[in-house]
């Protein structure tokens, strides 16, 4: 019997079997930031213990950065509090940060395949749920809790249960304004958010082969709030381009050695998975989500749902709560919906592909004088590309806010949050209540429907432009 890509990895990062189908795994990647690691650093301390490898272990400032004024001090003690003391934990342990005064700083996970960092066949984690990102390029990777980082940190190796494998085909081709965003909101809103409860979810078919890899990454950013464990994608010409001359990448004859192997990363022809869902991706439309969770989904020319389009309490009880939170009756042509700000920018669409799109969109045209709209790129990196190539110059003559690299509004851990009350388009992964910041009202939505959308002033699509 054939093997999944997903139990191959698995296999390979064996260093003990444990009872019900657990095992201890080695961890050949570890990602840190300023907010789920402090804990981790001070148990080392207390049980006097070292990091056991540390040149497997990086770290950078995202979570609670400000995107301007970054100069120290900061106006938020506690976010000032959290980036002097990894800093600290980092030069203590001697563990490689990218720091704010590093080029290479950003978001952990635009900034690790960014450096070359994430390659196939790896097991990698970080305390962040969107570790899922990094399965782009065929590594095992997932997000964990802060005592599991400080085990990680100690040992180098993770006790974890064997997951399911789900495959999801994706057939056909995406249309004309509709990008790999659409897709993995297409995909949760059919399975829903806890559709992958204990499942791997491998992507497969003729649109996954023809996204790049910072479309892969953000199909893979989004397969937690599926409920999956991990998304992978087996990796292929595209990744190998991708990864190679990455500063961390292999060089030399090690490049060509490591080529061997990645080739290798495939699920056999006659592996079995536990679960298949197809999907038709030449029908896919832009989507958008409509409620409280990623789950709540239509296309944006759709209509908000109403209550009786559900069966079921639980079903009508969650539409309702979600309406009221959102502040809508139900009915609601979702381009009626006006907005008082836009948010281009996270680990899920702040890549410079997705800047190149926005400013394709944009050129030559204003935000609407109604709403704020900022772009937040995913890195230094990715900011100064953008600037040299005049993607900035076009955002700032449209009228958007252009910042310096972090999480920034995704999660509104910094001054970029949404006040009560106020609807907000953004390109990031969760619209849960409070995301964005207490009364918040988030739709997710592709660069391509927040640029739009930006431009008009309420909910719109390419086509309306």
């Known amino acids: 019997m054939g093997k ?17 189908d657990s095992a201890l795994l080695y961890i050949d990647l570890q990602m840190i930031h300023e907010v789920t690691s402090p804990q981790a650093f001070e148990g080392l301390r207390t049980n006097n213990r070292q990091v056991r490898c540390p040149n497997k272990n990086f770290a950078t400032m995202d979570h609670s950065i400000p995107t301007q004024n970054r100069h120290l001090p900061f106006a938020d003690r506690i976010a000032q509090l959290q980036v002097e003391t990894l800093a600290k934990n980092c030069s203590d342990f001697g563990i490689k940060l990218f720091d704010l005064n590093s080029p290479h700083q950003g978001i ?71 990008y790999a965003k659409d897709m993995i909101l297409k995909l949760i809103g059919e399975i829903g958010t806890a559709g992958g409860t204990n499942y791997v979810l491998e992507y497969t078919g003729q649109a996954i082969r023809e996204l790049s890899i910072e479309g892969r990454m953000t199909i893979c950013n989004m397969s937690i709030e599926g409920g999956a464990r991990a998304g992978i994608i087996a990796p292929d010409e595209k990744t190998f381009a991708f990864l190679k001359s990455r500063r961390y990448s292999p060089q030399g004859s090690n490049w060509d050695k490591a080529l061997l192997h990645w080739k290798e990363l495939v699920t056999d022809k006659d592996a079995n ?67 008082d700000r836009v948010f281009i920018g996270s680990c899920t669409n702040a890549r410079l592909e997705d800047l190149r799109i926005v400013a394709n969109i944009v050129k030559g045209r204003k935000v609407c004088p109604k709403l704020e709209a900022m772009i937040v790129p995913g890195s230094g990196s990715i900011k100064k590309m953008a600037e040299k190539e005049g993607l900035a110059d076009i955002f700032l003559a ?33 619209n849960f209540e409070g995301r964005q910041g207490k009364g918040g009202r988030t739709h997710l939505v592709s660069p391509a429907v927040a640029a739009a959308s930006a431009i008009c002033g309420h909910i719109a699509s390419v086509n309306d432009i």
């Not at 990698?124 to 964990?144: Q, R």
């Not at 999480?407 to 609807?423: F, V, Y």
């Open 108 to 178: 952990v996970h635009v900034i690790a395949p960014e450096q070359g960092l994430t390659q196939p066949g790896m097991t990698i984690v970080c305390g962040d749920s969107h570790t899922s990102t990094h399965g782009a390029f065929g590594s095992l990777a997932f997000g964990i809790g802060t005592s599991e980082v400080e085990q990680v940190l100690a040992t180098q190796s993770l006790v974890q249960s064997k997951a399911r494998t789900m495959k999801i085909e994706f057939t056909g081709s995406l249309k004309e304004h509709s």
């Open 398 to 430: 449209a009228g958007f806010e252009w910042r310096e690299a972090g999480c920034s509004m995704c999660l509104g851990m910094n001054e970029d949050i949404l006040q009560a009350g106020q609807r907000c388009a953004s390109t990031s992964n969760r």
């Open 273 to 339: 998975f536990d679960k298949v869902v197809t999907i038709d991706t030449s029908r896919i439309s832009p989507h958008i989500t409509w409620g409280t969770t990623p789950s709540q989904v239509v296309e944006v020319d759709g209509y908000v749902p109403e209550i009786t389009d559900f069966s079921g309490r639980n079903q009508q009880d969650a539409c309702q709560k979600a309406l009221d939170y959102m502040g809508l009756k139900g009915g609601e042509k979702m381009k009626d919906l006006m907005l």
């Open 4 to 20: 999944t890509l997903y139990q191959k990895i698995w296999e390979k990062h064996v260093v003990e079997e444990l009872s019900d």
